[in-house]
């Protein structure tokens, strides 16, 4: 997980295991955290745990959209659609 701004790194946290878990002590990986958590602050996220949120977006929880490898994708329309809006 990373915070970046103008290409530069704010705070990141490394997944070595399966890009999904730490391999470090429970105290080193609780700072990263809270350093990722201010640095996603100051460039203005408002979730409380934005890491969270874009994880659980691909579980069958959540029936209309899918983070792909090829993008997002609309369920309902069967159509891959811009994360970003203008």
Do not use: H
């Not at 002590?25 to 203005?44: D, H, M, N």
């Amino acid at each position: 997980m990373v915070a970046v701004r103008n290409g530069k790194i704010l705070s990141q946290m490394p997944l070595p295991v399966a890009g999904l878990m730490s391999d470090r002590p429970v105290e080193v990986v609780s700072g990263q955290i809270e350093r990722l958590k201010e640095a996603w602050a100051e460039l203005g996220c408002v979730f409380p745990s934005p890491y969270m949120t874009l994880s659980l977006t691909t579980l069958s929880v959540i029936p209309e959209l899918r983070i792909t490898d090829l993008g997002v994708l609309d369920t309902v329309n069967f159509r891959f659609v811009s994360p970003i809006i203008e």
